[in-house]
């Protein structure tokens, strides 16, 4: 368990600095607020895993009916400060209006801290799954914004951010499945591994090389795309609406 930890504290070290490399020269506020945004995943991240690997954030719980699990409940802690840094980076890059950005990421907080509760709660287990499908109602409010609200956005940018938001996306919507189905399956829902020490570490690893592709995968691909500072990107408005005099 603890090696899927160390392992990600040494990414998300290297992907810090190298993003803050990436990103020296950019001028454009736009592509910095996203680059700000981006490099936040992995120093959140960072964090995150060490507060797991230091024992701060881990937990055991003691389930009535079910008995103990190991809970790493520092893992959807962190993720409600990381996770609303992607959907601002994607929101930012395809333009997004502000109220849809703004439910995307209440929505998205909600979903992390509902699914704190599914993981600390310990009278029932049925009330721990009462929890992850309120969680996974607010998910479903991300999804459809993923799906339904910015490819549009998307759609009325230059060619390249289309192509770009439809592989984010993509990525984004299949990875962010894999994080419930871990968790219904893994020690802490319907624990098919079972509950040991073995199992705790096949959770951790899942987790973590979920992680890899939703946060240091995305990054790359979205930094790699903004250091040139693209025109399409960078003849917006702040606002997220278009310039009436250069459209
Ligand atoms: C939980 C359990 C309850 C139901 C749902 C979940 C979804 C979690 C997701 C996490 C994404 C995390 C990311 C982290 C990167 O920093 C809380 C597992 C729906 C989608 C992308």
Redesign the pocket.
Known sequence: MSSSLWFMIALMGIATVLFVYMGRGVEDPRVRTIFVATIG?PAV?LASYFGLASGLTIGVVDIAGRGEVVAMWGR?LT?TF??PL?LLALGLLVGSDRPTLFAAIAFDIG??V??LA?ALTRQAVWMRWV??GI??AF?LVVVYVLLVEWPRDAAVQGDDVESLFGLLRTLTVV??FG??I??ALGTEGLAVVGTGVGATAITSWAYSL??VG??FVFAVLLLRFLADEPASVTRRQPTGAQSPTED
């Open positions: 995943i991240s959807y993720w990381s996770t992607i979903m992390c509902t699914g599914a929890w992850f969680s996974s998910f990875l962010w994080y419930p871990v968790w979920l992680d939703a946060k």
